[in-house]
């Protein structure tokens, strides 16, 4: 999966690629609300001043980006995703916020992470990291910010054991056919799924004290959805 969007878009009166995206990702994400909403509640919780610059990492179409940017309006963004074709989309859902966000088409695993932030967010998009290449970005986003500064990874988390993984994969199935999901969706959602590699919650938490997080918790988690997040020192 990938960074996701808001489904807010200029064009109300036709079917965009967004509002398409938007839709199918509401139907493979279970409790999708709740799994976002947490973000927004750390950054309210955590982050004070109100005039804070936020770095996206596969912020895909936009979606989390613009949550933010609604949520607070002194606020400012960059939105870093690999593919134009999510960038070029992304643009046009967060064009109406004008000079408050900036949106690179790059690897956010291998560019400079813009520095100092007071925030890192990113959503469905870590966990297509390999586990060395996760602890490596953990330490690259601990160095990223601000004294004080937040990260929050709003992401996957495999099952501690082969069974627990069995039944986080057949709840995902119940849900996601409970939403109606068409079955050639499904079935390039399971394709798709091929390619994650997710990482148990324990060891992910591990790592971002690894990297010198002060604090690194889980805020929010459904089986294999999960919010993290961690407060440098």
Sequence with gaps: MTGLGTGRVVCNACDTPVRQFDRLR???????????????????????????????????????SELILDRFPFATLTAVDLSPQATEQARMR???????????????????????????????????????DKRHLFRRVFDALQPGGLFINADQALGPTPVAEQVYHARWLADVKASALAEAELANA???????RNAPMGDQVAWLYEAGFAIADVAWKRYRFTVFWARKG
């Design 94 to 132: 967060l064009g109406r916020f004008s000079d408050r966000v900036r949106i690179q088409t790059a690897d956010y695993t291998r560019i400079h992470l813009p520095a100092p932030v007071d925030a890192v967010v990113s959503a469905l998009s870590i966990h297509h990291l390999s586990d060395d």
């Design 190 to 196: 399971l394709e798709g799924s091929i390619r994650d």
């Design 26 to 64: 509401r139907r493979l994400v279970p409790r999708f609300d709740d799994f976002f909403g947490s973000v927004l509640e750390l950054l309210e919780d955590n982050l004070f001043e109100e005039r804070i610059h936020v770095l996206d990492l596969g912020a895909g179409t936009g979606l989390l």
